[in-house]
């Protein structure tokens, strides 16, 4: 199974096909192709899929996003263990 997950632009390089972006992950920075969002800018979100932003979605959803992946985190941990 594939997951694409949202990041925020801190920064762009570069132009077309090989333009890039710095974009944090909640606080882990990577590098990511913009060449599919050529219209993103800095402070977008963008869903991220394999080292390529695939689309811009709004920040209320990228929050939304961010509290199902914490959901989900939380249910992996043993019974009795704090949040």
């Given at each position: ?7 925020k ?10 333009r890039?972006?710095?974009v ?60």
């Amino acid at each position: 199974m594939c997951l694409a997950v949202p990041g925020k632009i801190e920064s762009i390089a570069g132009e077309d096909f090989e333009r890039t972006g710095k974009v944090s992950f909640g606080g882990v920075v990577k590098d990511v192709n913009l060449a599919y969002v050529p219209e993103a800018k800095v402070g977008d979100y963008v869903i991220v899929h394999v080292g390529f932003a695939i689309s811009i979605i709004d920040e209320t959803e990228a929050m939304k996003v961010f509290e199902y992946l914490d959901e989900i985190a939380d249910l992996e941990k043993p019974p009795g263990e704090d949040k």
